[in-house]
């Protein structure tokens, strides 16, 4: 199930649409027009390698955002107190 990048050449409107096997042809959810330019997009690849990287970039972001969390917790609550 592919999904395209259109832009319309009436409105200039840029949207993706999921292609499948009933899906009727594409129209502008903009202006309805079917005068569109599939775009170039780059592919999305995703394998073992790639899934564990995300994820280990995304426990890193999560990991910071506590730390500054607590800190901010903590200043405040001696700000406070004090």
Do not use: W
Not at 38 to 52: A, N, P
Not at 56 to 61: K, N, P, T, V
């Amino acid at each position: 199930m592919p999904i395209y990048e259109y832009e319309c050449r009436g409105c200039h409107n840029q949207f993706e649409f999921l292609v499948l096997p009933t899906t009727p042809p594409a129209s502008c959810p903009a202006c309805k027009s079917t005068d569109l330019e599939k775009l170039l997009s780059l592919s999305s690849v995703s394998s073992d390698g790639t899934r564990q990287r995300s994820l280990g970039l995304a426990r890193e972001i999560s990991k910071k955002v506590q730390r500054d969390k607590a800190h901010a917790e903590h200043e405040a609550f001696h700000h406070h107190h004090h």
